[in-house]
């Protein structure tokens, strides 16, 4: 059985092993696929395993490519692939529901606390020698911010956003949550609201939902408008949630402080992105899911969905 993985760089830039995947077959893996479908074909070949993580897999590589039995997608998300296509040709589409929850709530609260404390900054200007020169024994470049007895607004609140939230708790913050299926481990942590009582009362808004028709845009002039003036908000999520010129002039004239951002509408960043030279903008290279033992877990649950689909129990199937 031949496995191709089309883009693994970014999932194992070296320092994980394919080892489970060479048990299952022979693998090939490239570190990028360019994304073109003729040469995504090319590369698939006669192959009956195929994996993904941002590579197009359109209903023309399925067309072509008659031997494949099974598409794994290195990731949550699955758009990448035509599942429907997939689909008419009988092959299951597997992804990977869950593996970063940990580390993309961690993420985000070191977002805030960056802008809360400008750490990286003050480090620098002390390796500068300006502290050895301050003529005070301390100094400060931004004003520093306490997150105790303020409010944090969570949009989303399943496994990330009630991860989000127990932090937020634990530094005292009273937490807010919007979410279409309250339950009982969410109220645990903070107070199921609408959207409006969130963007009034929240003095940080934290983005973990999924990108919807609906709330594509999420974060507008007109949303924004609603909130409290100075607000701080986080999107480690999905950047077409947010309309980027309107956050870009709302950081501008300071109606909103501060912005941590780990996802653009956009990726990689286009150099005129308007978020790239707005005021107080943290914008990170979607990372937040990147650390070794959340890639590790990523790369367990990939071969393992391909064991299951070979044992006839398949799982995570998304076009079922």
Not at 180 to 195: K, L, T, W
Not at 216 to 239: C, P, Y
């Amino acid at each position: 059985m031949k496995i191709v993985i089309l883009d693994g760089y970014t999932e194992n830039p070296g320092d994980l092993s394919w080892e489970d995947f060479e048990r299952l077959g022979a693998l090939t893996v490239y570190d990028r696929t360019p994304h073109d479908p003729a040469e995504v074909i090319r590369r698939i070949g006669d192959a009956e395993i195929v994996y993904t993580n941002k590579t197009p897999l359109p209903a023309a590589v399925f067309d072509a490519c008659p031997n494949l039995r099974f598409v794994g997608v290195l990731a949550t998300g699955y758009n990448v692939v035509d599942v429907a296509a997939a689909r008419a040709h009988g092959v299951p589409v597997a992804n990977i529901p869950t593996y970063g929850t940990a580390a993309v709530g961690q993420y985000a609260m070191a977002m805030l606390l960056e802008i809360c404390h400008h750490i990286g900054h003050h480090s620098e200007a002390v390796h500068a020698g300006r502290w050895a020169s301050n003529p005070d024994w301390c100094f400060w470049d931004y004003p520093l911010i306490e997150l105790d007895g303020k409010t944090m607004g969570i949009v989303g609140f399943g496994r990330i956003g009630q991860t989000t939230g127990r932090i937020a708790k634990a530094f005292g913050m009273k937490v807010l949550a919007v979410d279409p299926y309250p339950n009982d481990s969410g109220r645990a942590i903070a107070e199921y609201v609408d959207f409006d009582t969130l963007l009034r009362e929240s003095d940080v808004i934290a983005l973990h939902c999924n990108l919807t028709k609906e709330n594509t845009g999420l974060i507008s002039r007109e949303t924004i408008a609603r909130m409290k003036d100075g607000v701080i908000i986080l999107n480690n999520s999905r950047g077409p949630l947010i309309c980027e010129q309107d956050l870009a002039d709302a950081l501008n004239s300071g109606k909103v402080y501060a912005a941590g951002l780990d996802v653009l509408a956009e990726e990689p960043a286009s150099p005129d992105n308007p978020l790239l030279s707005a005021k107080n903008c943290i914008v990170t290279p979607h990372i937040s899911w990147a650390p070794k033992e959340s890639r590790q877990r990523l790369m367990d649950i990939a071969s393992g969905n391909l064991k299951a689909f070979l044992d006839g129990k398949p799982v995570n199937i998304v076009n079922a």
